[in-house]
């Protein structure tokens, strides 16, 4: 594992964060410019206050980031919507849709999800540069927005890293709070905050490292595979002692698709693949999941790891090697 350090850098960047998308499945391109200036902000229906934005958490982030790691290179936020929730004014309540003028239109997106990228902090893994990477998505249909009170808004979040080659994300359970709850916007920045400053950076990398001196034959994957297929049909008793594997059928396709084919992470000309390049095309195949679903996804996809790495090592056995 090699790492690359940068001296002087700008803190401000005008650049995106990873210019590849991160995530495709069902949603598209935003930025916190154009969700600041053209979205309208969801309320409680009781009360009409208004709940924490997608561009407040994405400030939040932003500030957190540029504080903590003061003096390092920081770039935009890189945004991905879905799902929207279109409008009009009340003026053009009568108007066909097709002749509405823009300013006539109010839309929101009920579920967004963003990365910030840390290009100065940075390591590389089997000839893969690897960035630092902090992130969260914001669902609204997660909260309550008929509550008579003011109630608890849910929040996902995370710091990781990012695979440069092909904008992979890197998350495990260290970096990742799956169910945040808050009233606030306040607390919300500390419970970040409490996150970016807890995370283990080098002990994420040393284990992500570890992942390239453990390899499965070609009859391995496919045991893999087909068990992977056969968990979700167990018999409660039986799947309740076996981790799961939270991919779906459209996702196992493309990790099968791409052993074979995938330019940088495909099998060897033996037919062997290491754990890391199998991570990677876990984690490339969750590019297709859907915002909601993916980081927890992503998350599964290190932990599937790590059980096959302790299975290889003789440290324990797994279900999907057997």
Not at 37 to 45: A, F, G, L
Request: hydrophobic residues 35%.
């Amino acid at each position: 594992m090699e790492y690359i350090s940068y001296e002087q850098v700008s803190p401000i960047q005008e650049v995106v964060s990873s210019s590849k998308p991160f995530i495709l499945g069902n949603t598209e391109e935003s930025s916190l410019e154009q969700i600041t200036k053209n979205h309208i902000i969801p309320v409680y229906t009781k009360t009409n206050e208004p709940l924490i934005s997608h561009s407040e958490f994405i400030d939040a982030a932003s500030y957190l980031a540029k504080d903590i790691f003061h003096g390092e290179m920081i770039l935009k936020p890189n945004v991905r919507v879905s799902h929207p929730v279109k409008g009009r004014i009340p003026e053009a309540k009568d108007k066909p849709a097709n002749q509405l003028y823009d300013w006539e239109k109010t839309i929101y997106y009920e579920r967004a999800m963003f990365v910030i990228e840390v290009p100065s902090i940075q390591s590389v893994i089997d000839g893969n540069t690897l960035s630092l990477t902090i992130g969260g998505v914001k669902a609204y249909n997660t909260d309550n927005l008929y509550s008579r009170t003011q109630s608890d808004q849910h929040f996902k979040m995370f710091i990781g890293f990012q695979n440069k080659v092909c904008s992979n994300l890197c998350i495990w359970t260290d970096g990742f709070m799956s169910d945040v709850k808050v009233r606030t916007l306040g607390q919300l920045k500390g419970v970040m905050r409490t996150m970016i400053e807890n995370y283990n950076q080098n002990y994420h990398l040393h284990n992500l490292s570890k992942l390239t001196d453990y390899s499965i034959t070609e009859h391995q994957f496919a045991q893999l595979i087909g068990r992977a297929r056969m968990y979700q049909h167990l018999p409660t008793e039986i799947r309740n002692g076996i981790p799961p594997i939270l991919f779906g059928d459209q996702q196992m396709n493309s990790v099968v698709r791409d052993f074979y084919k995938d330019e940088s992470f495909c099998r060897d000309s033996s037919g062997n693949i290491n754990l890391w390049k199998l991570y990677n095309l876990f984690t490339g195949a969750n590019k297709s999941s859907y915002i909601d679903s993916f980081l927890d996804r992503s998350v599964n996809a290190y932990n599937l790891s790590e059980q096959l790495r302790y299975a290889l090592d003789g440290k324990s056995e797994s279900w999907y090697l057997n």
